[in-house]
């Protein structure tokens, strides 16, 4: 298992030999397990035992020191640690090939860019506690504060054409409300494109940047960002009508290293199912989630607004709108506002 040490504004990984200690401890919740126990196991030293305790108590693992009972793992920071995103991770590449924690980065997507032109793995993943130059949708920036929220970004490969690979954002929006919907019980709803809300306001939003030449998708990076532990106060001002976080509607903090275990699973079940052409079930699944079909909107597209009824979904993902004098008009990006509905454009 990949563990999580520090070099100075990289990627922040603690120490094999911690990892392997954590797993034996993990394995044997409650319990105190003798260091020569663990000793033993791994082939190294009591001494060397203690120096890797305190390596992972320095990352925020509360270990209890029974004298000769051993250690007992008492408490896990809430922190989205590799080791912890890893444990009990069932995918088949996404999050396996590595994930690289930071404390704080400028953006995300753009490391794993980085790391796409480098040629690391499709599933390889990057997270980080906070960003400081957090890209959104439409050139717009994304307020990511410190170990509040998911802000996450999957390295893909597919081997769809150019033109298809619009499909992903699609299918990583329906990913992350599945995702929370399955670990919350909470009406989640996506408005096109991607754009997550509860209770009408942008929990999450989605950023998908693509290298690709005419005919060759070379790769494509999936950025998420979800508002999990903010609290009211925590948002500027001017965000707190159009976003709110998932603690907030569930009243209670929620676990950042499930939800984003949840998201890497079902952003993999929805990859390898359109692989296998499963677009299809794709809208189908997008339909049951959509705000927007059926209602009166405003698309914003530069300076100019278009107000009509939201009739459908072209097959390239283009929102389709009655406007009022019968005509019909197709958009292929804009910020859409529900009429009645608080949830609004991008944070
Ligand atoms: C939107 O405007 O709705 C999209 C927001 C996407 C934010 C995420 S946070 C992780 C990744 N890194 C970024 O810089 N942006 C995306």
């Known amino acids: 298992m990949q563990a999580a040490a520090g070099g100075a504004g990289g990627a922040v990984v603690f120490s094999r030999l911690a990892g392997e200690i954590l797993d034996i401890l993990r394995a044997r919740p409650g319990e105190y397990v003798s260091g020569e126990e663990i000793a033993r196991q791994m082939s190294v030293t009591r001494t060397a035992i203690w120096k890797h305790i305190r390596e992972l108590r320095e990352f925020g693992y509360g270990i209890s020191a029974g004298g000769k009972l051993g250690y007992r793992l008492d408490s896990i920071p809430d922190r989205l640690y590799p080791a912890e995103i890893q444990a009990g991770l069932t995918t088949q590449f996404i999050g396996r090939a590595g ?14 860019r980085e790391l796409g032109e480098q040629g690391a793995p499709a599933g390889t993943v990057v997270v980080a506690e906070a960003q400081v130059q957090g890209r959104g949708r439409l050139r717009r920036s994304w307020w990511s504060p410190p170990e509040k929220g998911i802000w996450m970004s999957v390295l893909l490969r597919p081997g769809l054409p150019p033109g298809e690979v619009f499909l992903l954002s699609f299918a990583t929006a329906v990913a992350v409300a599945r995702a929370i919907g399955s670990l919350l019980p909470l009406e989640v709803r996506i408005k096109w494109p991607n754009d997550i809300l509860v209770g009408g306001k942008k929990v999450a939003g989605i950023l998908l940047e693509i290298k690709a030449e005419l005919d060759q998708v070379h790769y494509v990076v999936a950025g998420i960002g979800l508002n999990a532990n903010q609290e009211e106060v925590d948002f500027p001002s001017e965000l707190r009508s159009r976003a709110t976080s998932l603690r907030q509607a569930f009243g209670r903090p929620v676990s950042r290293v499930h939800l984003a275990r949840e998201i890497l699973t079902s952003l993999e079940e929805e990859y390898l199912s359109l692989g296998h052409g499963g677009r299809e079930r794709l809208w189908q699944e997008w339909r049951q989630f959509d705000v927007t079909i059926g209602r009166q909107v405003e698309v914003v597209t530069g300076t100019e607004v278009y107000a009509g009824l939201a009739t459908g979904i072209t097959p390239e993902g283009k929102l389709v709108l009655k406007l009022p004098g019968g005509e019909v008009a197709e958009f292929a990006a804009g910020d ?7 949830g609004n454009p991008a944070t």
């Open 99 to 112: 994930i690289h924690y930071y404390r704080e980065v400028g953006s995300t997507n753009e490391i794993a």
């Open 336 to 342: 859409v506002t529900l009429a009645g509905v608080r």
